[in-house]
C-alpha cells in the first residue's frame, strides 16, 4: 500500500468512524453538564506543608483567598476545582508537583495561558500546575532567538521581540499562552511566510512524567522534540521554548467588511484571493450572523512592502467593502487587534479542516449562518505557503495540505442561550463533516479518539508508541489525548 493511500485509509477511517456514530465524549450531553465539578477535594494537609517547603513557587490551597481568582481559566463555561494549586518558579517546581501528584494518587492538569477550549488547565479535585508566574522572555537579535517561559502569553512573546524589529508567528489573540499555542501546533499572521508556531521551535526545556529535566531538539531527544510539535502536552510538561524569531516591522493590515445578502459570491471571491495570494500575505474571514443578513469580515495581514500588499487586496477592494481599516501600522499593532475572543466568557468552538472551499462547502456555511443563535460565528482560516511545504512526517502537526480551518464558535450569557448555541455548533459541525479531511487540535471543543485520530493521520501511530514511551501511565491526560495503549 503506497503513502497516499495510507493516509487516504486513516483519514477514511477516522471520517467513517465520526458520521457513523462514534462516541464522542464532549458532545451535547458533555456541555450541557461542563458547569458541573466535583465533591470538595480531601488533601493530607501535612503533605502540602511539605510540599510548600519544596517549592519556590506557591502552594494555593481551597482555603487561600485567592484560591478562585486562581482557578479561573478563559472558558467559563468550566467551573473546575482542583484541590491545590502549584504557581511553578522553575522547573524544579514542576518536578516535586509531579512527585506529589503520583504519591497521593491525583490528577495533574497544565495551565500556561489557561484558553483550553475544553478548560483543560484546570481539573477536579486534583493537582494543577499553573505557569502564570514564568512569563519571562529573552530575545538574542544577533542569533535571531527568542525564549519564553512556559507561563508566557502571545503579547509577552510579541513585545520582547518587536523592540528589536522580530517577530515569529505567535496567536491573533494577546492572552493566548504561548506553550499551549505552539505544542497543538500555532496558526497566527505570518504563518504563509515563516510557517506555523511548531515549525519555528527550536528546542524546549522538558519535565517528563518521571522527574528528568530534559531539552528536546533536533540533536537532544530528537523524538521528544518530533512529538512535542504538534502532538500537545502528551508527552512531557514543557517549561520553556525557544524560537526562530525573523525581521517584521511594518505590516499592512487591518479587516474588510461586507454586509450584503452575496454570501456565496463573497466567500467563491475570498477563496480565489487565498489561492492567488503570496506569502506574506495573510488572511481569514470572519462569517457573523445578524438579523438581517450575515456580514463578511476578511481580516488581512501583509509582511512584505506595501505597495505590493495593496495591488493584492485591491480585487477584495472592488467587492465595494462597507468598511475598510486596511492600512500601514506595527506588526504589535496588528497583532494587538485581537481576534474572536478579547476575554473569558462562556463558549463553546470546534473545528474541522476542509481542502477547498467549493460549492457544497459554501452552501453548508450559508444556510448555518441563517440559523444561527446570536453570538455565534464561523471563522476561515485558510493554510497554505510555508506551512503546506513541510512534510507531513516531520514533525506531529498533520496539516500540511492547502486548505481552510473552518472554526465554529458560540458564546453564552444564560443557561437558555447556552443549549441554542452548543446545538448549532454541532449541527454546523455535522453538516460540514462529509467534507472534512483533518481538523485542529487547538481548536477542538470535543474530543474523542477518533476525533484525535483524525487531527494526526497518519502521524498518530508514531505518536501513541512515543507516549508509551514518555507517559505510559496515561498521567498526562488533560489534553487531546493520545492513549499510550
Not at 328 to 343: D, R
Amino acid at each position: 500500500m503506497g503513502l497516499s493511500t495510507r493516509r487516504d485509509f486513516v483519514r477514511q477511517a477516522a471520517m467513517a468512524a465520526l458520521c457513523c456514530g462514534g462516541a464522542v465524549r464532549g458532545g451535547s450531553e458533555a456541555w450541557m453538564r461542563s458547569g458541573e465539578h466535583g465533591p470538595r477535594a480531601s488533601i493530607d494537609a501535612d503533605a502540602l506543608r511539605k510540599l510548600s517547603g519544596k517549592v519556590q513557587g506557591r502552594v494555593i490551597t481551597q482555603e487561600a483567598p485567592d484560591y478562585d481568582a486562581a482557578r479561573t481559566i478563559f472558558n467559563k463555561a468550566f467551573d473546575l476545582r482542583p484541590g491545590v494549586i502549584v504557581r511553578c518558579a522553575s522547573s524544579s517546581d514542576v518536578q516535586r508537583a509531579l512527585e506529589f501528584a503520583e504519591t497521593a494518587s491525583l490528577e495533574l492538569s497544565v495551565r500556561a495561558g489557561g484558553h483550553s477550549r475544553l478548560g483543560y488547565g484546570m481539573c477536579d479535585g486534583g493537582v494543577a500546575l499553573d505557569f502564570s508566574a514564568m512569563r519571562r522572555v529573552d530575545v538574542d537579535a544577533g542569533k535571531r532567538t527568542g525564549r519564553a517561559q512556559a507561563g508566557s502569553l502571545v503579547r509577552d512573546l510579541d513585545e520582547a521581540t518587536a523592540r528589536y524589529g522580530l517577530a515569529t508567528t505567535s496567536g491573533g489573540c494577546p492572552t493566548v499562552g504561548v506553550a499551549g499555542f505552539t505544542l497543538g501546533g500555532g496558526e497566527g499572521r505570518l504563518m504563509n511566510k515563516y510557517g506555523a508556531a511548531c515549525d519555528n521551535l527550536r528546542s524546549a526545556e522538558v519535565v517528563t512524567v518521571d522527574g528528568r529535566v530534559v531539552v528536546a531538539s533536533e540533536e537532544s531527544n530528537p523524538d521528544l522534540f518530533w512529538a512535542i510539535r504538534g502532538g500537545g502536552g502528551n508527552f512531557g510538561v514543557v517549561t520553556a521554548l525557544e524560537y526562530r524569531v525573523h525581521p517584521v516591522g511594518e505590516v499592512l493590515s487591518g479587516a474588510l467588511v461586507y454586509e450584503s445578502d452575496r454570501l456565496p459570491e463573497l466567500l467563491q471571491a475570498f477563496a480565489r484571493f487565498v489561492e492567488s495570494a503570496s506569502d506574506e500575505m495573510n488572511a481569514f474571514a470572519q462569517i457573523v450572523p445578524s438579523r438581517e443578513r450575515a456580514r463578511l469580515q476578511i481580516d488581512v495581514c501583509h509582511c512584505g512592502e506595501p505597495g505590493e500588499g495593496r495591488e493584492l487586496i485591491a480585487p477584495l477592494r472592488t467587492l465595494k467593502p462597507q468598511s475598510d481599516s486596511v492600512r500601514v501600522m506595527s506588526y504589535l499593532e496588528a497583532q494587538a487587534a485581537g481576534g474572536f475572543l478579547l476575554k473569558p466568557v462562556a463558549h463553546y468552538q470546534t473545528n474541522l479542516f476542509l481542502r477547498d472551499l467549493g460549492g457544497s462547502a459554501i452552501s453548508a456555511l450559508a444556510t448555518a449562518v441563517q440559523h444561527a443563535p446570536a453570538g455565534c460565528k464561523l471563522i476561515l482560516v485558510p493554510l497554505g505557503g510555508a506551512v503546506s511545504r513541510v512534510k507531513v512526517s516531520e514533525m506531529a502537526f498533520a496539516l500540511r495540505q492547502p486548505g481552510f480551518e473552518i472554526d465554529i464558535a458560540g458564546v453564552w450569557n444564560s443557561p437558555e442561550e447556552k443549549a441554542d448555541v452548543v446545538r448549532w455548533v454541532e449541527s454546523t459541525r455535522d453538516r460540514l463533516r462529509p467534507l472534512a479531511q483533518g481538523a485542529y487540535v487547538n481548536q477542538l471543543g470535543d474530543t474523542s479518539d477518533q476525533l484525535v485520530r483524525l487531527c494526526y493521520g497518519e502521524n498518530y501511530a508514531r505518536l501513541v508508541e512515543l507516549k508509551k514511551r514518555y507517559d505510559p501511565k496515561n498521567v498526562l491526560r488533560r489534553n487531546q489525548n493520545i492513549k499510550p495503549a
